[in-house]
């Protein structure tokens, strides 16, 4: 089967240079300086008691295009009047439809954390992350070597930003240390595209237990978030359920209603 990462990433490296011939990293780093401190996602999910992260995402590569004209004006603020514990924007625009506007577009508009989801592999996407009001970022461990992920953790708080470290395996437990502040687990292959919630529950007994833990991918049903919540997990990404749906806003309400 055709891996799918290796064409997002090979795209994104491709999409990075482009866009450091149009703003240099200096460019970028000149204009940090005003910016407010984040808000703590971690802090965030700790202290929920649903742990939902709504996502705002136009498409993906396996389904297409799931709401081409959304706007995160009008969901992003609605994921917040339902009780979304953080929110999470997909900014790759080839494969995703996203863009770093998306954030900017509403980061005036909510007080909730904000995680930039993208294909984090040069430092120069931190400070387009901070720059734009995002409070964390994800870094994927399939797609990066374990010392350039430490490196991006490092420059991430260097700038305030909180770090989502997204694993899929049991060969990737090793990226997990100290200065990782939240360990999620896809439960879709990104080579592959397939989805298996109960990757969640293989791989939550491996962690440290102090780990803020969150599932990412393919959870549809209020009874499943129950049990990973049993498992330990304090954080549940989900996408596609909502945005699939005429008011994405209103289906998460159902969905937390279902919960407690």
Not at 8 to 22: G, H, P, T
Not at 105 to 121: G, N, Q, Y
Not at 199 to 225: C, H, K, Y
Not at 226 to 244: W, Y
């Amino acid at each position: 089967m055709k891996d799918v990462l290796s064409e997002i990433i090979a795209n994104k490296r491709f999409e990075v240079d482009l866009q450091k011939q149009a703003i240099s990293l200096e460019q970028l780093q000149e204009g940090i300086g005003d910016i407010p401190p984040g808000r703590s996602m971690k802090q965030a999910l700790s202290s929920s008691t649903s742990g939902i992260i709504a996502e705002f995402k136009r498409r993906s590569p396996s389904k297409g295009w799931i709401k081409q004209e959304a706007r995160p004006e009008d969901i992003v603020p609605s994921y917040v009047t339902a009780g979304a514990s953080a929110l999470s924007i997909l900014t790759d625009e080839k494969f995703f439809g996203g863009s770093l506007k998306d954030i900017r577009a509403v980061r005036s508009l909510v007080e909730t954390p904000i995680l930039r989801k993208d294909f984090i592999i040069d430092e120069y996407q931190l400070y387009q992350a901070k720059i734009v009001g995002a409070d964390a970022v994800l870094l994927i461990a399939a797609a990066l070597h374990p010392d350039k992920c430490r490196q991006l953790t490092e420059e991430a708080h260097t700038l305030g930003l909180e770090v989502l470290l997204e694993i899929h395996s049991t060969e990737e437990l090793s990226y997990i240390n100290k200065e990782i502040d939240m360990v999620g687990i896809n439960n879709r292959n990104l080579g592959t595209f397939v989805t298996d919630v109960e990757n969640s529950f293989r791989l939550a007994g491996q962690l440290p237990q102090d780990t803020v833990l969150i599932s990412e991918s393919g959870i549809s049903n209020p009874e499943v978030v129950k049990r990973l919540q049993a498992a330990g997990f304090r954080g549940f990404l989900i996408g596609e359920t909502f945005m699939k749906t005429p008011q994405p806003g209103e289906t998460l309400q159902s969905f937390l209603q279902s919960i407690q």
